[in-house]
């Protein structure tokens, strides 16, 4: 297994249009996080996987956004009449339960929105 | 709601030298986990070190080592050994009882020969 792997690297996007992108954990790690980093900060939660159950979101995650994971494997994050505020990297994680164990959170390398 | 302060946006060392990172957090619960993690400029997340509130005794890893005062709400993280290859964001991350991790601000660490 080579990583939590995610898919595209780099996504540009006119206002209003819907983009979605897609995230593979690895394999045995039965729970995934989806973060979003804005330029000079740190990872902000916005939901979170257990198998194919979603079991918490944040406050940030609007209307517009929307995350499956529909057999407990890789994951979509959806974001529907994108706006420049939605410009930012999109990080994806794994873990085991207990957080992480030993290896902690395991991150993809993100996908970057950039809204014009 | 749980808080993650880094009070340090950037530091500086030099190689071979030195140097703690700063964070303190604020939770009411009594059972979390505490987390480094390093970002390089090729903005990939990893995990540094990881300590378990319950454990008294400080986690490290190699040249990496943690100060965990539970009282304090401290965690720091010391490198020491400094190489060029540590210059990143490092960010201190909290997880109340293995759910999703909030993160600092981090603070940026440049290395200079």
């Known amino acids: 297994d080579t990583g939590v792997s995610q898919d595209p690297r780099h996504k540009i996007t006119k206002r209003g249009q819907n983009v979605t992108f897609r995230c593979d954990p690895i394999s045995e790690h039965n729970r995934l996080y989806w973060y979003r980093q804005t330029l000079g900060q740190g990872p902000e939660f916005l939901t979170y996987?257990?198998?194919?159950?979603?079991?918490?979101k944040s406050r940030l995650l609007s209307d517009r956004f929307s995350a499956e994971r529909p057999k407990g494997s890789f994951s979509t994050l959806e974001i529907q009449r994108t706006e420049q505020g939605d410009s930012a990297m999109y990080l994806c994680?794994?873990?085991?339960?207990?957080?992480?164990?030993?290896?902690?959170?395991?991150f993809g390398s993100g996908t970057r929105l950039t809204v014009v | 709601a749980q808080t993650v302060t880094q009070s340090q946006p950037e530091m500086s060392v030099q190689e071979a030298e030195t140097v703690t990172l700063s964070c303190t957090y604020d939770t009411s619960e009594s059972d979390y986990y505490l987390f480094w993690y390093k970002q390089p400029p090729s903005r990939q997340m990893i995990l540094v070190i990881r300590?378990?509130?319950?454990?008294?005794q400080n986690a490290t890893e190699n040249r990496f080592s943690v100060n965990f005062q539970k009282a304090a709400k401290s965690f720091s993280l010391k490198i020491s050994d400094s190489q060029l290859g540590d210059a990143a964001m490092y960010f201190c991350?909290?997880?109340?009882?293995?759910?999703?991790?909030?993160f600092g601000k981090g603070t940026s660490l440049l290395v200079t020969p």
């Open positions: 994680a794994s873990s085991r339960p207990l957080a992480g164990g030993r290896d902690g959170y395991t």
């Open positions: 996987f257990q198998n194919e159950a979603q079991l918490e």
């Open positions: 300590q378990e509130a319950y454990k008294q």
């Open positions: 991350a909290f997880s109340n009882s293995g759910y999703a991790l909030n």
